[in-house]
């Protein structure tokens, strides 16, 4: 494989264990949690607070930053610690994800990674969802979550997820115009998915030309 493949995902969904099945059959890198560490690592800056600051949405003025392609201004705001830890997360996570994709294949989920990558010809972008029951009942098995809190839960973490993303690109979660697959998990399940996204990859590369 020569792909870099980014995963959005709805809130108990699968999208990691399937991130993580795609980066084990390919034997490529994998990551998702991994940014916070590496993030961390490199910032000097709490691994507890990147956390808890991860994949929500911050302020206006990295996002003005951002839009207007005023990278060098915002990493030196970053540096001098002048953004709310959101923005400089981002700002740093968004720089570890094109570092990432240009060391080679790997598979990126969640962290506005698609929109990151956009119009890179070896990325191949997908969006997971499912319903809520199957939602619902992973995030009591996987997660913790008691039965009775997990329909609040899981539209809870959907709402978030959906602000980061629009904040940070502006675009709409989910919309099937941002990515080059969408699979509805609950319909044939984490390792059916896996496999559907695996052929897709391959199909892409025939079609792109990558060898």
């Keep these: 494989m020569k792909t870099v493949i980014t995963i959005a995902r709805q809130y108990g969904s699968g999208g990691r264990e399937i991130g993580q099945k795609l980066a084990q059959r390919f034997s490529v890198p994998f990551y998702d949690r991994e940014l916070i560490a590496t993030a961390a690592k490199r910032s000097g800056w709490s691994r507890e607070i990147l956390e808890q600051a991860d994949e929500k949405a911050g302020s206006n003025l990295l996002y003005a930053m951002i839009m207007g392609n005023n990278y060098p201004y915002a990493e030196n705001a970053i540096a001098s610690g002048r953004l709310p830890i959101n923005d400089r997360l981002f700002q740093l996570q968004a720089k570890l994800i094109r570092e990432a994709a240009e060391a080679g294949p790997c598979v990126i989920v969640g962290r506005c990674a698609d929109d990151i990558l956009r119009g890179k010809k070896n990325v191949f972008s997908v969006f997971l969802r499912a319903d809520l029951t199957f939602r619902k009942e992973r995030a009591v098995t996987e997660y913790g979550v008691q039965p009775e ?63």
């Design 149 to 211: 809190s997990a329909a609040g839960w899981v539209a809870k973490q959907d709402k978030q997820r959906s602000g980061y993303y629009h904040f940070y690109t502006d675009e709409k979660w989910g919309d099937a115009e941002n990515y080059h697959l969408c699979v509805d998990t609950s319909s044939i399940g984490i390792s059916g998915t896996e496999q559907l996204i695996a052929r897709a990859v391959e199909l892409h590369e025939n079609q792109t030309g990558q060898e």
